[in-house]
């Protein structure tokens, strides 16, 4: 099985739903374009508006259905206190409303292990997020127990392979924030 991450658009920032701005909307096309010529089987997608919005554009060029997870969605941060960032607050400053590193990791490694249960076939799975997903999905696969923070341009392709049973390793990360399909993309 083939997980091929890709992130969101770039977005509006200052609106508080951020969905795609302009050119957010241009390089989601250009990644469904090259999306589809990798024949995906299957388009997932965090709910936030701007992963939701790049898998829109995805689902409609390479003619699959989007689903929805909310666990592939950022880590969430709505407290209303000033915290550290989540990988370098100490185990005391929890505040309401914030979600520490392991719990984000947790449930991100809930989804990868809910698509490996299903792994058999040649299946070439598309998951739209965003940054922060990249990082704990990479920290859940390499077993990283120190900070290690990935650098994902917008609509960045991180394309792992699943191999279980191999002597080689289970996991083989066969790209990493590849922006090819952004080169011929007007904007």
């Known amino acids: 099985m083939d997980v091929i991450l890709v992130r969101h658009g770039h977005d509006v920032r200052c609106s ?3 969905p795609l701005s302009a050119t957010g909307s241009m390089q989601a096309r250009a990644a469904a374009l090259w999306l589809a010529e990798q024949e995906p089987t ?3 997608s965090g709910t936030l508006a701007r992963a939701a919005g790049t898998a829109a554009v995805i689902s409609q060029v390479a003619g699959l259905p989007v689903r929805g997870d909310a666990r592939l969605n950022e880590i969430v941060n709505d407290a209303a206190a000033v915290l550290p960032p989540p990988r370098e607050r100490a185990v005391w400053q929890f505040a309401e409303g914030a979600e520490d590193w392991s719990s984000f990791c947790v ?9 490996c249960a299903g792994a058999e076939g040649a299946r070439r799975v598309v998951v739209v997020t965003h940054s922060g997903v990249f990082d ?10 120190g900070r290690v923070e990935m650098d994902v341009a917008h609509t ?7 191999r279980p049973g191999s002597p080689a390793g289970t996991w083989l990360l066969r790209v990493h924030n590849s922006t090819a399909h952004l080169a011929g993309a007007a904007g």
């Open 136 to 145: 704990a999905v990479h920290e859940v696969l390499c077993g990283s127990s």
């Open 107 to 115: 449930r991100v490694a809930a989804f990868l292990g809910d698509l």
């Open 16 to 18: 508080p739903l951020r």
């Open 156 to 162: 960045g392709v991180t394309w792992w392979r699943y």
């Open 42 to 44: 299957e388009l997932w």
